[in-house]
């Protein structure tokens, strides 16, 4: 599976993004799916999960009731919707995708994921 991590950029303080995660390869339906962030001299962290049909969700607290993650399957693209963005929000994203083989469970840990795509910077200035 190979991702490819699109959307980021340069918005203002209470603006809005979307991060898409579109993948190659067949069943990507089966596949959980993270998105990550790093900000700069800081570890990465998990910013929001979604499990293989989207029926279950996580969300870090520092993103909850902003951030939404959300799949289509279809598409093979799974989507971060960001609202309310702070600067502290300014990180390098990331997805990544393990194959759960339809476990119903999202997967949180970053260490549990096989496949990564290659970053899309979000800056929120204020």
């Known amino acids: 599976v190979q991702l490819q991590a699109s959307g980021g950029g340069l918005v203002q303080a209470g603006g809005s993004l979307r991060l898409s995660c579109v993948a190659s390869?067949?069943?990507?339906?089966?596949?959980?799916v993270g998105w990550f962030r790093q900000a700069p001299g800081k570890e990465r962290e998990t910013a929001a999960a979604i499990n293989w049909s989207g029926s279950r969700t996580y969300y870090a607290d520092s993103v909850k009731d902003r951030f939404t993650i959300s799949r289509d399957n279809a598409k093979n693209t799974v989507y971060l919707q960001m609202n309310s963005l702070k600067p502290e929000d300014t990180a390098v994203y990331y997805c990544?995708?393990?194959?759960?083989?339809?476990?119903?469970?999202?997967?949180?840990?970053?260490?549990?994921?096989?496949?990564w795509g290659q970053g899309t910077l979000v800056t929120v200035s204020s």
């Open positions: 390869g067949q069943s990507f339906s089966r596949y959980a």
């Open positions: 990544a995708a393990v194959d759960s083989k339809y476990m119903s469970k999202y997967v949180s840990q970053s260490e549990d994921y096989e496949y």
